[in-house]
């Protein structure tokens, strides 16, 4: 059975930064792209980011370039993302998924999905 277990989230001021963690109880983590999605109040749920399985390729929405940067560590079956200059319209609850190589070109989301953690930037 797929489990992933998001970490890391709280209140941070503007222009601060956060680091997520994902932690995956996925035999074959290896296996399958994983990404961040967010959903803010009000609004749909939408693509963050996205790693490939060897880590060396990812995909970020333009709103978040040049300030999150998505990583994954195998050995640990853990994937991170740090966000670097936070704004209040970063702030909504972030959701760790696992993906098939085709929805990671597509940046869609997979079928397992973590229970969520909040960040909310705020002064």
């Known amino acids: 059975q797929v489990q992933l277990v998001e970490s890391g989230g709280g209140l941070v001021q503007p222009g601060g930064s956060v680091r997520l963690s994902c932690a995956a109880s996925?035999?074959?983590?290896?296996?399958?792209?994983m990404g961040w999605f967010r959903q803010a109040p009000g609004k749909e749920r939408e693509f963050v980011a996205s790693i490939n399985i060897w880590g060396d390729k990812t995909n970020y929405a333009d709103s978040v370039k040049g300030r999150f940067t998505i990583s994954r560590d195998s050995a640990k079956n853990t994937m991170y993302l740090q966000m670097n200059n936070l704004k209040p319209e970063d702030t909504a609850v972030y959701y760790c998924n696992a993906m098939t190589k085709g929805e990671f070109v597509l940046d869609l989301p997979g079928d397992y999905w973590g229970q969520g953690t909040q960040v909310t930037v705020s002064s």
């Open positions: 996925i035999p074959t983590f290896n296996n399958y792209p």
